[in-house]
């Protein structure tokens, strides 16, 4: 049986609407720049929405599609599509951390939420958190139950 993890879509939008909403303005700025004919702010516009559409690449680069099957983890670089397989038997433990809420001057505003990380064998280490998957609890139980599979097996 495969799980694919499912992508919360607040985590998508808050990824990518501040890149987004810099580059709108570096494209404003650089075409108002004609009508005043500055070429300073138009050469800055374009700097700036260079550095900004690499930095949104970079940030896209990191962000991972996760499939959970019987042999081990498929990771997918959502930016690159760059596919890795990673064997059970690579995997040294799964731990959980909770993570504290948040507290304003009126209470606290969230209790918090747990998320995991995963420890391989090349020193790599994989987070695995509710704020990016719909299905975390779904993802981390079936690898959790592969991993404790593995160990049972080399008892």
């Known amino acids: 049986m495969k799980i694919h993890s499912k992508f919360r879509t607040l985590y998508l939008i808050r990824i990518n609407i501040l890149f987004i ?4 303005f570096c ?16 050469l800055a516009s374009v700097v700036f929405l260079a550095v900004s559409i690499f930095f949104h690449i970079n940030k896209l680069s990191s962000v991972n599609e996760i499939i959970v099957s019987e042999k081990g983890i498929k990771r997918t670089t959502l930016a690159s599509s760059k596919v890795e397989f990673i064997a059970y038997s690579s995997i040294l433990r799964v731990e959980i951390a909770r993570i504290q809420g948040s507290y304003s001057r009126g209470g606290q505003i969230s209790t918090g939420y747990f998320e995991s990380t995963i420890y391989l064998e090349n020193g790599e280490e994989i987070l695995i958190s509710p704020d990016h ?14 991993v404790a599979h593995k160990t049972e097996n080399f008892a």
């Open 21 to 24: 909403l810099f580059d709108f």
């Open 133 to 146: 998957f719909e299905n975390y609890p779904e993802l981390i139980v079936a690898i959790r139950d592969k």
């Open 27 to 42: 494209l404003s700025k650089f075409f108002g720049s004609f009508r005043t004919e500055d070429y300073k702010i138009a």
